[in-house]
């Protein structure tokens, strides 16, 4: 099992920054992949980003056409953590924000408690 805890949460500006981290525990050493999803208030969670394993040594990062240019996912192999980096944020990004790992079934077994992302005008 992978133990994942998010933080950096909070509340930004339209035009803002702010970075997430996604912090695996210590047992987790196996490669996996990890993503983020996000859920808005009355929506449905939805897919941002991901760090996919493929195999060996190599990730590919893939993003949701709603934040492509805007958000990098990216790991802190000092921290062991998935960082997601989010700039010109949007009103329509503000939701909870969760990291998962696929531990090699393709789905997203394992998951955090969310962070919340508010953007203000």
């Known amino acids: 099992q992978v133990q994942l805890v998010e933080s950096g949460g909070g509340l930004v500006q339209a035009g803002g920054s702010l970075t997430l981290s996604c912090a695996a525990s210590?047992?987790?050493?196996?490669?996996?992949?990890v993503g983020w999803f996000r859920q808005a208030p009355g929506k449905e969670r939805e897919f941002v980003a991901a760090?996919?394993?493929?195999?060996?040594?190599?990730?590919?990062?893939n993003y949701a056409d709603s934040v492509k240019g805007r958000f990098t996912i990216f790991r802190d192999n000092a921290k062991n953590t998935v960082n997601l980096q989010m700039t010109s944020l949007k009103l329509n990004d503000t939701a909870v924000y969760y990291c998962?790992?696929?531990?090699?079934?393709?789905?997203?077994?394992?998951w955090g408690q969310g962070t919340q992302v508010t953007v203000s005008l």
């Open positions: 760090r996919k394993w493929t195999g060996g040594n190599t990730y590919v990062a």
């Open positions: 210590a047992r987790s050493r196996s490669r996996y992949s």
């Open positions: 998962a790992a696929d531990r090699g079934s393709g789905e997203y077994i394992d």
